[in-house]
């Protein structure tokens, strides 16, 4: 769902429970909940599932995992059991079904978290993804809010799954042309988020459905507080400028964009492509952070080779939260 519908029916329930455990609930845009047990541990928990969107089953299962366990590691916290969640037609065959869930449960174990259930749905549309629980301390917990003026901003993975996948749905592109997409699609950000725990990160989440900039507003509080980026220096999947520019555009984009009116403002020299490229709704994307000077330094020393960092933009003061986008 688009971030406007999404309000839009929060807005109709009823305000959620209060109790002194919920350190994380539904009134911030955490990705996560944080409920704490005792002094030393809280509990994480998060859901995510969603529709194939690369055609190789084994891969859309480890895809699928990465992104569900992504919401605890964007909290700081490490997966401890995961539930699956299957929307499955069965004429599509178990042995495809079980390609999936095998590509769900490697990417579990790799995290060194627990499948322990699961539950399944006859469907015409296969769907999967997880509930997972994991643990905090909780004053160790990373939350999307808490970035200063001057604080650099980091991403983790590159951008442009959305136009990749609607390009390979559209028959623009196969399977092939997407091998470095699907194997970031399925890299745990479990590193980045220690890594990012340990070198005192002012903030952190992570890129999916809003895109980019959607999930940047979520770290900026209501005032005080701006960011500035430059498309140039973002990094992107192989073809995904090439795919944007003829028009693989997927309506998520286009709704995010549009969300974002007041809050985005770009400079005349940011094309189109670089508009959509900035919304693109990603699968599993990258951990968005913030980070003091010595803290960036820190986070480049604990992020040794091998592991994908792009400093992408800086906090600035702003009397509104206004991400402003350069060329
Ligand atoms: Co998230
Ligand atoms: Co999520
Ligand atoms: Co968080």
Redesign the pocket.
Known sequence: MGPEDLDKVLRLLPPGDMREEILVGLDTQD?AAVFQLDEETALVHTVDFFTPIVDDPYAYGQIAAANAL??VY?MGGVPLTAMNIVCFPCSLGMDVLAEILRGGLDKVRESGAVVIGGHTVDDEEPKYGLAVTGKVHPKRILTCKGAKAGDALVLTKPLGTGILSTALKGGFLEEEDLVEAICGMARLNRDASRAALDAGAHAC??V?GFGLLGHLLNMLPEQGLGCEIKVSSLPLYPRVEEMASMGMIPAGAYRNLDFLAGNAKFAPDVSDVGKYIVCDPQTSGGLLLAFSPEGLADFATCMAEGHDWFLIGEFLESEHPLIRVIG
């Open positions: 990705d992504s919401d964007a989440t992570d999916t």
